[in-house]
């Protein structure tokens, strides 16, 4: 593990291969910008007091459970498109079989 220092020299980090956490902050997180309308981003703020954290722990949280929200509803669209899924084909094989005259 390499020990590697920020821009600024004073907060010391790990470099690329793992993140640190110094004082919170994940160090190899990205930084985004967001806009957001002024009464969404008083909500956003008002949750942050609420649960004692910050604006990007809020947003992380909510973005976290939408997409997993929304990767649940992906799968469980599938498993109920596959659920009545036949082989190739479907049942063509058996219905000839089924029509074929006797020996």
């Given at each position: 593990?390499?020990?590697?220092?920020?821009?600024?020299?004073?907060?010391?980090?790990?470099?690329?291969?793992?993140?640190?956490?110094?004082l919170?902050?994940?160090?190899?997180?990205?930084?985004?910008?967001?806009?957001?309308?002024?009464?969404?981003?008083?909500?956003?703020?008002?949750?942050?007091?609420?649960?004692?954290?910050?604006?990007?722990?809020?947003?992380?949280?909510?973005?976290?459970?939408?997409?997993?929200?929304?990767?649940e509803?992906?799968?469980?669209?599938?498993?109920?498109?596959?659920?009545?899924?036949?082989?190739?084909?479907?049942?063509?094989?058996?219905?000839?079989?089924?029509?074929?005259?006797?020996?």
């Open positions: 593990m390499e020990i590697g220092w920020n821009l600024w020299g004073t907060l010391p980090h790990l470099l690329p291969s793992e993140p640190l956490v110094y919170g902050i994940l160090t190899s997180m990205a930084k985004v910008m967001v806009s957001l309308p002024d009464d969404l981003l008083a909500e956003v703020d008002a949750e942050a007091r609420r649960g004692g954290t910050t604006r990007s722990a809020v947003m992380r949280e909510f973005a976290d459970a939408a997409l997993r929200k929304r990767r509803g992906r799968a469980a669209a599938m498993r109920s498109l596959l659920s009545d899924i036949s082989p190739h084909g479907g049942r063509a094989a058996e219905q000839v079989k089924a029509t074929r005259p006797g020996p």
